[in-house]
Nanobody, 126 residues
Framework: QVQVVESGGGLVQPGESLRLSCVVS?????????VAWYRQPPGKQRELVAA?????????????HYIDSVKGRFTISRDNAKNTGYLQMNNLKLEDTAVYYC?????????????WGHGTQVTVSS
């Protein structure tokens, strides 16, 4: 089955950077699937942070989406040859503290399934 493993979290000070990695294994080729990063701050609900598609006819390539609070600071990307997704996080803020999760979407003619990793902790503290 598909497996998703996040890594790259850690403890940083405000203004510093981290790059999260999402390694996908199993039957899928990551280049054919959308990838998303979610996060869950302490005591709060999980929220979408960023997403990247596998490309569309209209876009001519991958389309990215970010929530307003991370625009200009975070960059989502992928390395299809490594079956890995990334979330580059720059100028980290205290409110970015959360467990970050990677999601892979797998669709066929009948259904759409989402696969999740177990998360990686990002702590921003001064």
């Amino acid at each position: 089955q598909v497996q998703v493993v996040e890594s790259g979290g850690g403890l940083v000070q405000p203004g510093e950077s981290l790059r999260l990695s999402c390694v996908v294994s199993g039957i899928i080729f990551i280049g054919a699937h959308p990838v998303a990063w979610y996060r869950q701050p302490p005591g709060k609900q999980r929220e979408l942070v960023a997403a990247i598609t596998s490309g569309t006819i209209t876009s001519g390539g991958a389309v990215t989406h970010y929530i307003d609070s991370v625009k200009g600071r975070f960059t989502i990307s992928r390395d299809n040859a490594k079956n890995t997704g990334y979330l580059q996080m720059n100028n980290l803020k205290l409110e970015d503290t959360a467990v970050y999760y990677c999601q892979i979407e797998v669709a066929d003619a009948l259904s759409v399934k989402d696969y999740w990793g177990h998360g990686t902790q990002v702590t921003v503290s001064s």
